[in-house]
């Protein structure tokens, strides 16, 4: 049986972890924002060592979200590379009927990469979004354990724990 004598902490490895991990993201820091190989181009990416797990996951989710946003840019290219094939044979003065009797899977340019835009993108950024619930829900159980006072992390839980139960019960895949 589990009684709350048994649950120790020692507090020499904590401090002594507590240190090294300060001294890690203090590294971290100096190392992004001041010895970063290309800092001096304007290019460097921001790691930020003072960034809390929520600032974290709210920089995943936006990065999925920027990332289905560059999907869907790639996809309208796509669907316009048709007509812009169109318009350029057309300017040559070459009849676009020439290639109507191609079956669409003979022809490149129509339904160019339909699979990846309309099967493998949407998938693909389903099982990122379940998965960063997943690891949000996991971190905030296990940080809850020492801190359940924080109003904040006890609330994202509750609403975590919803959107891992809506994924649980309806994510499927597309096909």
């Given amino acids: 049986m589990f009684e709350k004598a048994d649950f120790k902490i020692d507090e020499a490895e904590l401090l002594k972890l507590s240190f090294e991990m300060e001294k890690y993201w203090n590294q971290i820091d100096r190392l992004n924002k001041i010895e970063h190989t290309f800092i001096e181009s304007g290019l460097a990416m921001k790691v930020d060592g003072k960034s809390n797990f929520s600032e974290v996951v709210a920089g995943a989710h936006k990065a999925v979200n920027g990332i289905e946003d560059l999907l869907a840019m790639f996809h309208a290219s796509d669907v316009k ?95």
Wanted: no cysteine.
């Fill in 81 to 175: 590379l048709s007509n812009d094939l169109a318009d350029l044979l057309k300017k040559k003065g070459i009849d676009t009927k020439v290639f109507d009797d191609l079956l669409y899977s003979e022809n490149p340019f129509s339904g160019r990469n339909w699979e990846l835009h309309n099967l493998g993108t949407p998938n693909w950024l389903q099982r990122l979004r379940i998965d960063l619930v997943h690891i949000e829900v996991k971190y905030l159980e296990e940080y809850l354990k020492t801190n359940n006072n924080d109003r904040v992390a006890l609330s994202r839980l509750e609403e975590v724990k919803e959107l891992l139960k809506k994924y649980a019960q309806t994510a499927m895949h597309i096909d």
